[in-house]
C-alpha cells in the first residue's frame, strides 16, 4: 500500500504549512481582540500572523535592506466588513442621540437652568471657528464689551443669566456678517 502525502494547506490551528515549496505561516493570535479605542464596535476584530515577504513593503524601508535584516512574520488586523443596512442604523442613531442632545441643550437655554461652566463653553463653541484658536476666543470671551447688550462682556452676560440674549446677539452678527 502507498501512501501518498496530502497536499499542504493553510492551516486555521496556528503552524506553518508549504505551498508549492513556500513555507507559509499563519497563526491566529487572538480571536475578539480590541484596542483601547474601538473604532467598529461590535465588529470581529482578528489578529493574525503572517509571513513578512507576502506583505507590501513600507515606503519608508531602506532599499538596501538585506532579508536578514527583515522581520520574519507580521502581525496584521482582519476586520470584518459592515453591512450597508447596519451602517445605516448606526447613522440613524447617531443622528437621534444629537437631536435629543441639541433639544436639551435649548430647553436649558431656554429656562436659563444652564450650569455657568456649560454656557461659557456653548458661547466659546460658537465663536471658537470665527476668532480662530481657543486662545482667541477666552480672550474675547473675558474683555470684548458688547455696546448693544449694555456694554457688557460675554463673561458678565452668562454670570447674570442672560445666555439666551447672548445667544440671540451671536446669530444676528453672524447673519449680519455674511450679508
Sequence with gaps: MKFSRPEPSVSRLGHA????????????????????KNPRPAQPLRQITVDAGLLPKAPDAKRGQAAADRPATATVNIVAPVHPAVSAARLQMKQQAMTSALRKVGAAVDSGEMPAAEAKRLVLGRVVRGLGSVEAAEKWYRSHHIAELGGRTPAQLVRAGELKALLGHLDTTKAGSKA
Design 17 to 36: 504549512t508549504e505551498r508549492n515549496g513556500i513555507p507559509f505561516l499563519i497563526a491566529e493570535t487572538h480571536s475578539m481582540k480590541t484596542t483601547g
